[in-house]
């Protein structure tokens, strides 16, 4: 059996598909064609040939030395709608390219061209949409029209090549028969059923030639084994499918010859050094630690050179001093090392080191255009937010690999149904990741996620949800936890911290876990990284609204102009999800309006702990202990500025003028706590309570206080009329729409004082009854149950696949 590796580039694959790559004048290959060949031959591979994308320089370059080579490419052709498909042509006549490149628009003519003249070929990577365009339809057509097909290819990922293998296997006469009048062109023969599986490694830089191939008997020639392959009788053999990992070295390994090839003659040493750096990189080794010997002989040349003057020029600007600071750091060194010795496999040191050094880097560059944005120092800011470009540059060969790796799961599930009886369980599975920058903190989205996802535990599903905490503290919940690379406060809201995650382990976990789906709960640093994880793979992703972010913004700054950045940041966020869940009727109609489309909308399915909101729960001397010394007015949730808090005394100050006696409760921490406390200065503050204590300070309470204009739901309006609580709440956000369906109290104009004083005065001089208090507590419980909630919330998601 001889092997032969049948998809592999040189140097002339010098149109690479990646738009970023062709326009810094990158090659899809640097790998010289007698490099190729050595490999290959070191591999055990019988004969050799390069599969460069529409040309045939390089085998004709390798063919004039050594006689065991075949001429061949991988072509580019179009269906007549523009759909685009690559075909690997093998042991083709150099008086054959010229014909083929004149075909290639055209693949239907192009297919006839190779069968009529023997031309052994097959369709490369059968199920990659290379311009967004291949359908099922598609596939059909290249069945009925082609006999071999590529089912092993090491730089693709390998579910759908093993669908795309499935599926060339379920063909029978009759399916054929019945995609020719389907798609109105005939069969290439009456064996069309029966197709050819071929492999290569699609090899581009150089690292992984002859790691995939076919094998067959040759009878000592190329055509004999392209006649055997052809009669059935070859198979593909070899390592794994794509890796990110390896596929991203390779892509590093093309960046460093990119460089090194615009280095050479302009600053060779430099170009030496990078050969060096590059060298250690894709070999698993510490790329900034070089010996004694390496350091003089760098030196040396140098000063031979007279470059050294160029190396001893001090840094312009901060961001080189910040780089080179940061690549001589000592402590960068040694966990280079560290991550060097943890690692399983060169490629797997490799690849994380990539991923440390660009983490790292960004996160140094964002902490310190923070620094400077909170000193006033806005130029420095940008500039140090300027240095995210080479950093982003130096991300590209992750994000290309990764990207590679991803496949429209859609599209091949429709090919698994049209095809196949049993489709594998993992391209039918339902796998979700819930991304949230707040896991443990005391807020609504808080209570929301852990409820959600303790359901869906009770329900079997599939569920992980995914943070950035430094040390989370949550019981008896699904999750993972990514500790930050650092964290940042939030300006005016110290309380809230904002974590930088680290991307690319995230990324790698989405990956390996293979999720079918993103949920994204905050538009923050976890919520981007979401969003970017499922553009780069492929996979659908869902927002939920919980926070107006807007909002919040216009009471924290108190400009106009930041309230609109928030809402244009937030018009951008949301607008790329497949679909968006709100809390209420009020924000799906604000988003409506807002442009976007009302069928990308819904409204969130919510609930409460049913068990731990009840009447029942009630201690007649819960608030007298702590200092009451009349009806308590409850406020529970966070004390700050946005929760429209301030507007409280005033509301105090004209019910005490109507001799009112009464106690405002406050349960909950935040910024405005201390500005609050010098502002009521015989309120009750507990601070933040949980559980039973929770429970018994809600059914203690004689009524309840929301004023917030921000809150697109209202947990704890919803919370304290399952306490039996009636509640006065603004007219403005979900809150009223809670009270509409069953509440017992009063919607009041947001920050009208005598609206306010003339309902709650009502409501203590008139008090509700017990019996009517337990019975719209128990309507709550019936109508807002986690179960229920999630069970609607996870056919709603499924609906839209």
Partial sequence: MSRVDLHLHSRYSDRPSEWILRRIGCRQSYTDPETLYQKLADAGMRWKTITDHDRIDGCLEMRERHPDVFLSEEVTTFFPDGCEIHLLVWNIRESDHARIQQLAPNIEDLAAFLRANKIPHAVAHPLEKLNGKLSPDHFEKLILLFRAFETADGNRPGLPQEIARLCLLSLTPERIVEMSKRQGIAPLDGECHRKIFVGGSNDHGGLALGSLWTEADDEGTPEGFFRALFAGKGRTGGGEPGDPARVSIAVYN?????????????APLAAALMQKIAERFVSGKNPTAFSLGERIGHLAEAVRSGQVFELLKPGEGTLVRAFADFFTNAGVRGEIDRIIGRASSPVDASFRVASYLVNQLAYRLVSSAAAQLGRGSILEAFQSLAGLLPVTAAAVP?????????????????LCRRYLPAPPAEILSCKRAWFTDTLD????????????ARASAQAGADLTVVTSRAHPKVDGLRFRNFPPIG????PEYELQKLAFPPFFDLLEFVHKERFTELIVSTPGPMGLCALAIGKILGLRTVGIYHTDFPQYTRFLSQDPWMEGLAWSYMDWFYGQMAKTYVNSAAYLRSWIDRGLPAEK????PRGIEVQAFHPSFRQADFWKRRGATGPVLLYVGRISKEKELGFLPAVAETLHRRGLKFTLAFVGEGPYRRELTRLLPDALFAGILTGRELSEAYASA???????????FGNAVLEAMASGLPVVVSDEGGPPELLG???????CRARSREEWAAAISLLLTSPPSFAEREKMAEAVRRAWNWEQAFAQFWESVGSLA
Avoid: C, K
């Fill in 254 to 266: 093309l960046g460093f010859q990119y460089a090194q090839e615009r280095l050479r003659q302009s």
């Fill in 398 to 414: 992750h994000l290309l690999a990764f990207q590679r790796q991803g496949f429209d799961r859609r599209f091949v599930r429709d």
């Fill in 441 to 452: 903190e005391v807020n609504g989205v808080t209570r929301t996620i852990q409820a959600m």
């Fill in 487 to 490: 964290e940042f406060s939030i």
């Fill in 601 to 604: 909308l819904a409204i969130l």
């Fill in 702 to 712: 004689d009524l309840f206080v929301f004023p917030s204009t921000t809150d697109t």
């Fill in 741 to 747: 369906q069953f509440g017992i109290g009063h919607v």
